[in-house]
Antibody, heavy 122, light 107 residues
């Protein structure tokens, strides 16, 4: 079925690194831009990053630019988020999400994964 | 960055009531606005896009309106399964930004 499944969350110390993966199935992954959105415990939604359908263009929120890297493998139907220099304020559930549009970035996500929890704590 | 301000932050209403949630953008976003519903421990689900278009499969009791900087989400007759948190999101320009959410509770 059409779905996104995130993995890779866990507990990491401040200053550490963690890599998240999101496996897509049931749709033509290579036709859609992809997003990562996070939600701190008890808080609202924050867009983190997106990547174009072909992987050539990435955009980041100011809060993560220079520390996080989004990438994708269209042959493997997977999008990644490499998180370095992690801070306690990066603690959140991280969702991957599919952009609504075909081959463009609309900014609107119509399919979301279930999320994976990242905890940054000493 | 475009700031999205939702009101109220919490809303208590009985089943069957008509409820309205407001979202204001700090600058004009045309109709590039979506509404999401999120239940505890779950991912958000899109209800409305382009300010007033109903996503496929979403009950018709949900409706959206507005343009520019003022938007509303209306639930015409609140049902038990509608108790959740609702977020607006602008997708006019980077960075994509969300409102802080409106929690709809049972009265």
């Amino acid at each position: 079925q059409v779905q996104l499944v995130e993995s890779g969350g866990g507990v990491v110390q401040p200053g550490g690194s963690l890599g998240l993966s999101c496996a897509a199935s049931g749709f033509t992954f290579s036709e859609h831009a992809m997003h990562w959105v996070r939600q701190a415990p008890g808080k609202g939604l924050e867009w983190v990053a997106d990547i174009s359908f072909d992987g050539f263009t990435q955009n980041y929120a100011d809060t993560v630019r220079g520390r996080f890297t989004i990438s994708r493998d269209n042959a493997d139907n997977t999008v990644y988020l490499q998180m370095d220099s992690l801070k306690e304020e990066d603690t959140a559930v991280y969702f991957c999400a599919r952009d609504l549009s075909f081959t463009a970035v609309s900014g609107l996500s119509d399919l979301w994964g279930q999320g994976t929890l990242v905890t940054v704590s000493s | 960055d475009i700031q999205m301000t939702q009101s109220p932050s919490t809303l208590s209403a009985p089943v069957g009531d008509r409820v309205t949630i407001t979202c204001r953008a700090s600058q004009s976003i045309g109709t590039w606005l979506a509404w999401f519903q999120q239940k505890p421990g779950k991912a958000p689900n899109v209800l409305i896009y382009r300010a007033s278009s109903l996503e496929s499969g979403v009950p018709s009791r949900f409706s959206g309106s507005g343009s520019g900087t003022e938007f509303t989400l209306t639930i015409s007759s609140l049902q038990p399964e509608d108790f959740a948190t609702y977020y607006c999101q602008q997708y006019d320009s980077y960075p994509w930004t969300f409102g802080h959410g409106t929690k709809v509770e049972i009265k």
